[in-house]
């Protein structure tokens, strides 16, 4: 499965510098609103060393990484939704992600302009969720029009579906995202179809000065405290810091500069573990001589839907899941080993996929 996460937030808060960093594509980092004209689009491998394990035992013909693309969404600024900027392309295209990387702005640099002339992590956060709140509430009231006369004739689906759109717009007019309503699972797949901007899952990354990237600011903190409610990821990043890391070439002399600014891992990595984490993803994969591959899918499915992850085909015919635990598989060295010492196990249908099964299917069609 395709994983793309959207980055977004107002004008000169770091969002291009971030993204210039993270990915192969190279967006215009300049000082001033709208210098990201289209959205920009990055595909970056998700770095894990399990693979390396697998190259190592394996000894494949190529190792295929899974990988995140990264859309680069231009600064928005109060009024999008009513079309100020470039608001309604930028809003559509946020639509389209699966989740939202908002950058907000925690760092103090005289140099580069705030688009409201001041540093206010929490008042950017609140102008984002209002223009993000704003087109959710024109698509919850444009679907209220075309339900309202069924649910007044009786028609019982169409009267549900009102009432839970009523539940939305009430909250959403009371200046409140979507993904803070608690409703049942059986209830969301309504709203679905509305794809509303304020249920997407977020992760906010706080940018702050390299000084303060191991363990943030007060700007940061302020907005740490501002999303409690939610059921959000806050990472503390220096998109300066991630910049410097972009440039080297081999993975030491990375590992030493994190070491000089005291840090553990990298923005990308926190990225990357707090998009999976938030999307509640996990990693399975495939070994063979031909490739290594890693593969994406959604904590909780069982084998016939991970095996439609590779090929349709494996799904609709599943038969078996050959399934090796990865700590086993370089415990006793192959997959040979692994049946010597009976730790191959064969799975059906009701098996639910692990992090870091090494699986093979056997289907028919």
Same mark, same amino acid.
């Given at each position: ?11 000169? $808060? ?9 990915? #192969?594509?190279? %967006? ?20 894990? /060393? *399990?693979?390396?394990?697998?190259? *190592?035992?394996?000894?494949? /013909? ?5 990988? &995140? ?29 699966? !989740? ?32 993000? /709140? ?7 009231? +444009?679907?209220?029009? *075309? ?21 939305? +717009?009430?909250?959403?007019? #009371? ?29 906010? %990354? ?18 740490? +405290? %501002? ?11 220096? %998109?300066?810091?991630?910049? /410097? &890391? ?58 016939? +839907? !991970? ?13 078996? !899941? ?11 060295? #192959? ?29 028919? $069609?």
């Amino acid at each position: 499965m395709g994983l793309k996460c959207g980055i977004v937030g107002l004008p000169n $808060v770091g969002k291009s510098t971030l993204f210039n960093a993270l990915s #192969s594509a190279k %967006a215009e980092a300049a000082n001033f609103p709208f210098c990201t004209i289209e959205p920009n689009i990055g595909v970056i491998t998700v770095p894990d /060393q *399990r693979l390396r394990i697998l190259e *190592r035992l394996v000894n494949p /013909q190529k190792v295929v990484p899974t990988v &995140i693309e990264f859309v680069d969404i231009a600064g928005l600024v109060k009024g999008a939704s009513k079309g100020e900027g470039l608001g309604n392309q930028f809003l559509a295209n946020i639509r389209e992600v699966d !989740a939202i990387i908002h950058v907000v702005r925690c760092f103090d640099d005289d140099n580069i302009a705030h688009v409201d002339g001041r540093v206010d992590p929490v008042a950017d956060k609140e102008i984002i969720d209002t223009e993000l /709140q704003m087109k959710d509430l024109e698509s919850v009231e +444009k679907r209220i029009d *075309r339900v309202e006369k069924m649910a007044r004739s009786g028609d019982k689906e169409a009267k549900a579906e009102y009432d839970l759109l009523m539940v939305f +717009k009430k909250h959403l007019e #009371s200046g409140q995202n979507a993904r803070t309503l608690e409703i049942d699972e059986n209830r969301k797949e309504i709203t679905a179809p509305l794809q509303l901007l304020t249920d997407k899952p977020i992760i906010y %990354a706080a940018n702050v000065e390299e000084q303060h990237a191991v363990h943030g600011n007060d700007h940061s903190r302020d907005l740490l +405290k %501002a999303v409690e409610g939610e059921d959000a990821e806050v990472i503390v990043i220096s %998109a300066s810091i991630e910049a /410097q &890391i972009a440039e080297l070439e081999d993975d030491e002399e990375r590992r030493m500069f994190l070491e000089e600014y005291g840090l553990e891992d990298s923005g990308l990595n926190k990225l990357i573990r707090a998009s999976y984490h938030i999307l509640n993803l996990i990693t399975f994969f495939t070994a063979g001589e031909k490739e290594v591959k890693a593969w994406t899918i959604e904590k909780g499915w069982k084998a016939p +839907k !991970a095996a439609g992850v590779i090929h349709t085909d494996f799904e609709k015919g599943f038969i078996k !899941a050959e399934v090796i635990k990865l700590e086993d598989y370089e415990k006793y060295g #192959s997959e040979h080993g692994c049946k010597e010492a009976g730790k191959l196990a064969i799975e059906g249908k009701e098996y639910i996929v692990a992090d870091g099964d090494v699986m093979h299917f056997r289907f028919n $069609v």
